[in-house]
Nanobody
Framework: VQLQASGGGLVQAGGSLRLSCAAS????????FAWFRQAPGKERELVAA????????YYTEAVKGRFTASKDNARNTVYLQMNSLKPEDTAVYYC???????????????????WGQGTLVTVSS
């Protein structure tokens, strides 16, 4: 499985960005998707996740109400709509997938299987 993340950039506080993660490879329907981020000097953290079907999502507390994950199965693409951005959202954002059973709880636990290259989001104050 290959993941190509895009959509990062420089935005002012309060602005919006939409990240995309285009996936290619076999059996994509078996994977739950997630977005992680890593800010300078900080550990990587889980930001959002979306289930295999796209019907269930998870958000870390810091982004609830501002970020929305969605999935376009026809395009094999997952999106992260980020609104009301704050300077503390500045980070490299990574798309990742985990092969899970259909009833796997959210967010997916354990090691993820494939990672994209990351896209930089910079929010200026």
């Amino acid at each position: 499985v290959q993941l190509q993340a895009s959509g990062g950039g420089l935005v002012q506080a309060g602005g919006s960005l939409r990240l995309s993660c285009a996936a290619s490879g076999p059996s994509l329907s078996r994977y739950a998707f997630a977005w992680f981020r890593q800010a300078p000097g900080k550990e990587r953290e889980l930001v959002a996740a979306i289930s295999r079907s796209g019907g269930s999502t998870y958000y870390t507390e810091a982004v609830k109400g501002r970020f929305t994950a969605s999935k376009d199965n026809a395009r094999n693409t997952v999106y992260l709509q980020m609104n009301s951005l704050k300077p503390e959202d500045t980070a490299v954002y990574y798309c990742t997938v985990k092969n899970v059973i259909l009833t796997h709880p959210m967010p997916p636990q354990g090691e993820y299987d494939y990672w994209g290259q990351g896209t930089l989001v910079t929010v200026s104050s």
